[in-house]
């Protein structure tokens, strides 16, 4: 858990660097303020994404055939294993793994993958604006999703995790 609040904070304090202090988080903003380059490409389909650091030229390649909301959470995860130093990371391939016979935790690359996971959460859907947001109106997850630009799913598992749920408005 202490890794991940430490992952959270620098979300926060990058947001902070960049200006951004409301949502949508202008994640590309967020990138290129790294240095970063953030190119669309048709990666297969199991492909979210890929980083690819040369020298100084820094590329973040995200897949132009997911969505919107898969981009924009591509792009902050790729940014949370830079951010975080996972500078020998492997993609995590699950089924892979599973085939081992061997759980999801075993894996060497998946706390990595949890920790770019926390960050990219904290960086879209920053505890802060949440808090603001939900003092200032009962929100619906819809409605939440939709001005964050995030999925649904994201959006249920960041308010869980922060212990936001009951100030949610119920259908």
């Given at each position: 858990?202490i890794?991940?609040?430490?992952?959270?904070?620098?979300?926060?304090?990058?947001?902070?660097?960049?200006?951004?202090?409301?949502?949508?988080v202008?994640?590309?903003k967020?990138?290129?303020s790294l240095g970063f380059?953030?190119?669309?490409?048709?990666?297969p389909?199991?492909?979210?994404?890929?980083?690819v650091?040369?020298?100084?030229?820094?590329?973040?390649?995200?897949n132009?055939?997911?969505?919107?909301?898969r981009q924009?959470?591509?792009?902050?995860?790729?940014?949370?294993?830079?951010?975080?130093?996972?500078?020998?990371?492997?993609?995590?391939?699950?089924?892979?793994?599973?085939?081992q016979g061997?759980p999801r935790?075993?894996?060497?690359?998946?706390?990595?993958?949890?920790?770019?996971?926390?960050?990219?959460?904290?960086?879209?859907?920053?505890?802060?604006?949440?808090?603001?947001d939900?003092?200032?109106?009962?929100?619906?997850?819809?409605?939440?999703?939709?001005?964050?630009?995030?999925?649904?799913?994201?959006?249920?598992?960041?308010?869980?995790?922060?212990?936001?749920?009951?100030?949610?408005?119920l259908?």
């Amino acid at each position: 858990m202490i890794v991940a609040e430490f992952m959270r904070e620098r979300a926060r304090a990058l947001l902070a660097s960049v200006g951004l202090d409301a949502p949508p988080v202008d994640v590309e903003k967020v990138a290129e303020s790294l240095g970063f380059l953030v190119t669309r490409f048709p990666f297969p389909e199991g492909t979210s994404g890929a980083t690819v650091i040369d020298g100084t030229a820094r590329t973040i390649g995200v897949n132009e055939r997911h969505y919107p909301t898969r981009q924009r959470f591509t792009i902050a995860h790729e940014l949370g294993h830079y951010v975080g130093g996972h500078e020998d990371y492997h993609v995590y391939d699950s089924k892979t793994h599973m085939e081992q016979g061997l759980p999801r935790w075993a894996h060497p690359g998946f706390q990595q993958e949890r920790e770019a996971d926390e960050f990219a959460a904290e960086l879209l859907m920053p505890q802060p604006f949440l808090e603001r947001d939900l003092k200032q109106r009962r929100y619906t997850l819809t409605d939440l999703a939709q001005r964050y630009e995030v999925s649904p799913q994201a959006m249920v598992i960041q308010i869980t995790d922060l212990g936001l749920h009951d100030a949610l408005a119920l259908p």
